[in-house]
């Protein structure tokens, strides 16, 4: 019983009225009269709490002064970040293939035997060589007879046997979902990946097409040695220009989800050679 007379105690004085009277001192004229409670003045305050909240969030979020408030990153930060990354990949790669190069050269005016394939991007791993270098060993011969056989090959005029000799980098790892079918009109196929996944050139070339298109969404088409071109089509971020070299390896774009014939993140990926579509998986290992 107490309890609720003290609060009805508490209520009353909250909705009592007051008077705040603002008095000419020399003539005590009225000039301001404004009647409140302190409930009403309790509500006011609040409201302009509330209010001074929504207007420090609002300039905080739609403005530029978002970026000088610590922890809080800049949307472009990530970008410039994974780019940064993917060329520092590339470099790598680029690197480590001029190392092998080099060692090759070396080695050859050694008498030694070359770097193996698998060492290309290993460049401490090396075939066991001879101990004297005068001698051919077994493996020697071995690779005589295969560089003979291959160069016997590359004299034959069909296009197609000339490309599988060809190395064509992987543009992507990844799941094939859609096989190659000319019959469908569908000159390529799509591989699945990973979002943010890096696409990567298939061979050395120059950019000839790096443009949005509707269908197929940010398109860059590469222009290669023998009359060879690779198409990589539905990317979110192009990295390269038109005009640009590229190197086997050097990322080129980011795998995305863009044009109206997409329906999820995915690369459709094309070779054409003199004018007519190749199926990629004949010749690069997805």
Do not use: C
């Not at 101990?131 to 296009?159: C, F, G, H, T, W």
Request: aromatic share 10%; hydrophobic share 40%; no cysteine.
């Amino acid at each position: 019983m107490e309890k609720e007379n003290k609060k009805k105690r508490i209520i009353k004085k909250l909705k009592n009225k007051y008077r705040l009277v603002i008095l000419n001192d020399a003539s005590f004229e009225e000039r301001f009269s404004y009647r409140l409670s302190p409930l009403n003045l309790l509500t006011l305050l609040l409201s302009f709490v509330v209010f001074l909240i929504l207007l420090v969030s609002v300039v905080i979020i739609y403005t530029p002064l978002r970026e000088s408030i610590p922890g809080y990153t800049d949307v472009s930060l990530r970008e410039d970040l994974t780019t940064m990354v993917f060329r520092a990949d590339s470099l790598e790669n680029e690197l480590q293939r001029n190392s092998a190069y080099l060692r090759n050269i070396q080695g050859a005016l050694k008498g030694e035997l070359p770097l193996s394939k698998d060492s290309i991007y290993n460049t401490d791993q090396a075939i066991e060589m001879p101990k004297n270098p005068m001698v051919k060993s077994k493996e020697d011969s071995m690779l005589r007879e295969y560089v003979e056989r291959e160069d016997s090959y590359s004299l034959s005029d069909d296009q197609e046997n000339t490309t599988k000799q060809i190395y064509f980098f992987a543009p992507l790892k990844g799941t094939v979902t859609n096989e190659f079918d000319p019959a469908k009109e569908h000159f390529g196929i799509d591989v699945v990946a990973p979002k943010d996944e890096a696409i990567k050139a298939t061979l050395d070339g120059t950019v000839v097409f790096a443009e949005w298109t509707l269908e197929t969404g940010y398109v860059i088409q590469l222009q290669h040695g023998n009359n060879i071109v690779s198409n990589y089509k539905h990317n979110s971020v192009l990295l390269k220009k038109v005009g640009e070299e590229v190197k086997a390896g050097d990322v080129i774009a980011i795998i995305g989800n863009s044009g109206e014939l997409s329906s999820g993140p995915h690369l459709h990926f094309e070779l054409w050679k003199d004018g007519k579509a190749l199926n990629p998986k004949e010749f690069v290992n997805f």
